[in-house]
Nanobody, 123 residues
């Protein structure tokens, strides 16, 4: 069974920085994609940043230039460095791991979520 454990969430003032970590354990398939999502109260969960096991990254527009996603394949850990934080970044941040396995004509999708870590940015 795959488990994802996030850490690093905290209360920080606007303009501050935080580093989130997500450690994955269990039987993990490569290649895979690890992502950070966030969900603010009353809002839908949104994709923040993604990194593939090959190192390709993508970001939602609102965090480009402020957030950096990185990964350590040897440790099965992904990080989210967040700088210049704004009150609107306040949310619960979730780690996501997914991969696809092809067996003959069949395609199997696997997806796992962490429990979330709270980030609160005060103005």
């Amino acid at each position: 069974q795959v488990q994802l454990v996030e850490s690093g969430g905290d209360l920080v003032q606007a303009g501050g920085s935080l580093r989130l970590s997500c450690a994955a354990s269990g039987s993990i398939f490569n290649p895979n994609v690890m992502s950070w999502y966030r969900q603010a109260p009353g809002k839908q969960r949104e994709l923040v940043a993604t990194i593939t096991s090959g190192g390709s990254t993508n970001y939602t527009d609102s965090v480009k230039g402020r957030f950096t996603i990185s990964g350590d394949n040897a440790k099965n850990t992904v990080y989210l460095e967040m700088n210049s934080l704004k009150p609107e970044d306040t949310a619960t941040f979730y780690c996501n791991l997914r991969w696809t396995v092809y067996r003959g004509p069949y395609r199997y999708e696997y997806e796992y979520w962490g429990q979330g870590t709270q980030v609160t940015v005060s103005s």
